[in-house]
């Protein structure tokens, strides 16, 4: 890979997308404080904030214009779920985006025009023990699922409605993920291949827009802990005065800044120039899924015994991020693609092979 | 937002053209041979011929000694740079001090010290840090008296790379010690041929020649002042790199990379590809078990991350990438790593990585000074009270 082309690095946002992201901003502090995010319960759903969500066009935004869209670009969705991240907003967005957007590329017109406000779920990975763990899936009443045996064919992408959901319990999570099982009611939306590569694509796209929930949970967590570090007192100074306070925090606001754009150069490459850097998206995801628990690790630490209680916020970043990493798989699997990424920029550029042998002359 | 390949005009694909031909004819193994062998961060033939076309001081105007190169130009003019890679310590240097020349040095020796710097006969190296004083420069105790029309200086300068081939040291200097200790700083170039200036080599494991520089009451004329007695404080914190002056509209066009030190993070990055094509078989096809690959994906993703982070976050995020990084690399090669030279490409590669990766946590401030500005400036955590 040439490590030295000209390249612009403009992460800079545009005037559109810094008022979407203080509009969202605004109403989710006004609809979406901590109480409102404990009140979802363990099922981690609140239907009346995802409703007054879709009234702002949220669950329609990154549709065609002929769906009643606004055919918003990944970048967009992914600043989006970052503020909804931010919030801890009760609603299955990364599902929704991105199965509906899948959807609607093979079921333009056959689903009418209000259904895409519905939440739709995801299955984001290959079947396990007791189905396929669809993140969303205990509040949604359809969901996107690659079918493989014994469910259907190997790569048959399929769109099931009104399955039994079993609820997939992780403690405290607020995830409102469910298993579910084949349903009476499923139709074939794309087979072998095209259904692979179908369902890659989209299930990039959601686990660009966890990687993004993530980092907005965490930011709110760090927030959390650089106030409690400037108001706790120890031996008549502020805790946030100790480098053995100070420092740790300065490395999580670091690994988060790293990580948010390092996930908008992925998710812009995906966007604009798709198979040039297949490594970005999976590093993105991978980075987020740690850089998060372990900022959010740090933030419930620095406020010792309090960041333990369940009153605490920062109890609610914590646990809500481990069941969203959760339910994305294990990141491993995405580090594990960043070299299969390398392989392919590797084997596209032949030319290149025995370019890193220039040392082997001096 | 915009990441795009920047589409070049025939005259900018011409210049890119010649640029890569400079370097190649140039930069030949012997060239990197000897940098492998001095440590010196500067090979004077190349500096010179940089300077016979401008290209030390780029985007000065032809009058000043530059070649008034616009900011893609001047883009393509560092990248061509970048991929020899040769340290260029002693041009960095030269730049940083010959913008300080250009806003602040004194009518009398400002035009000649320009011209001179950016035809490559004159260098600039930097006084900043002294043996007992660390990160903390402003705490400088290297004196500067008055004597009629110029100066006497006494003390000593640590870390000043390049000394051994430069005219002048840019030398921090306290002119008044009954002031704070910001207060009381006055910027002198001191040439390093004056009676009373000695310098002595410091190897560091980098590889790299530093020096430490004694002066035993040296005489420097007042036309060597940059900027005004005391006032040393605020040439330094001048934005003094030459990319700043290329104003609004060059900004404008993002070409520049997030942070100054993104070069670690792309150091990283090619010994990542220089690894991944070691663990690769003859074919091209992925040989290595799935264990290798999850480590290697680690640095990758280190590496990706710490290409990304701006500014100050950068500064800190693209050092630690690379220390540990190269020391996660340095375990996958195994044994392959005593193979040397003679070893595949990766292992010399990722090996003075490794080394040069404990010294950027130092250059230009420690890991910890950027740790507590992040802590302060953008995190808003109180500063702590201390004594001094």
Known sequence: MDRFELRRHDYSLSGEQRQLISVLRDFLSAHCPPDVVRAAGPLGYDPALWDRLGELGLARMGLPAALGGAGASLVDLVLVAEELGRAAAPVPFADHAAASRLLSRYRPLAAPQADWDEPIGFGVREPGARGHLIPGGAVTRSAIVLAGPPAGPVGSLELWRGGQPAPAELPLSGLPAAWWACPGDRSVLATGDEAVRAHGRARTEWKLLTAATLIGLAGTGLAGAVEFAKTRYTRGVPVGTLQGISHPLADIATALVSGRHLLYRATWMLENEPGTRPDLAPAACAFAARATADALETAVHVQGGLGFTLESDVSLYFLRARGLIAAGGDPGRDVLEVVDGLDAIRRAEPASRGAGTETKTR | ?388
């Open chain 2, 1 to 388: 937002m915009d990441f795009s390949k920047v589409a070049l005009d025939d005259g900018q694909a011409a210049f890119a053209r010649e640029v890569g031909e400079f370097f190649a004819a140039r930069v030949t193994p012997d060239v990197l041979d000897a940098e492998e062998r001095s440590g010196d961060g500067f090979c004077e033939p190349l500096h010179l011929a940089m300077g016979e076309r401008g290209w030390l001081l780029d985007t000065w105007p032809e009058t000043d000694g530059g070649a008034g190169l616009g900011p893609v130009e001047h883009r393509l003019l560092v990248l061509g740079k970048e991929r020899t890679g040769l340290p260029f310590i002693t041009l960095d240097t030269t730049r940083l001090v010959a913008e300080a020349v250009r806003r602040h040095a004194p009518e009398e020796s400002r035009r000649r010290l320009m011209l001179d710097a950016a035809r490559g006969t004159v260098r600039f190296c930097l006084g900043y840090t002294e043996p007992e004083g660390g990160s903390d420069v402003a705490a400088a105790a290297t004196r500067a008296v008055r004597d009629g029309d110029g100066w006497v200086v006494d003390g000593a300068k640590m870390f000043t790379t390049g000394a051994h081939n430069c005219q002048y040291a840019f030398t921090i200097t306290r002119t008044n010690p009954g002031v704070r200790k910001h207060k009381g700083l006055t910027m002198l170039l001191v040439p390093l041929d004056a009676p009373g200036v000695s310098v002595s080599p410091v190897r560091t494991f980098g590889g790299e020649r530093t020096n430490i520089v004694y002066f035993g009451g040296v005489r420097v004329p007042d036309s060597l002042r940059i900027g005004p007695v005391d006032g040393g404080w605020g040439v330094l914190h001048d934005r003094l790199d030459v990319e700043h002056g290329l104003g609004a509209d060059a900004a404008a066009l993002a070409l520049d990379p997030p942070s100054v030190r993104t070069g670690y993070a792309t150091l990283l990055a090619r010994c990542v590809d220089a690894v991944h094509e070691w663990s690769l078989g003859d074919d091209g096809r992925a040989v290595a078990a799935d264990d290798l690959r999850y480590r290697l994906g680690r640095v990758a993703i280190e590496a990706e991350a710490a290409l990304s982070a701006p500014g100050h976050y950068g500064r800190v995020a693209a050092s630690r990438a690379l220390i540990d990084g190269t020391a996660r690399l340095m375990e996958l090669l195994g044994q392959d790593v005593l193979l040397g030279a003679e070893g595949p490409a990766a292992v010399p590669l990722a090996e003075r990585a490794h080394r040069f990766a404990q010294g950027t946590a130092i250059y230009g401030g420690t890991l910890e000074v950027f740790r507590n500005i992040i802590a302060e400036q953008d995190l808003k955590l109180p500063r702590p009270s201390y004594p001094a």
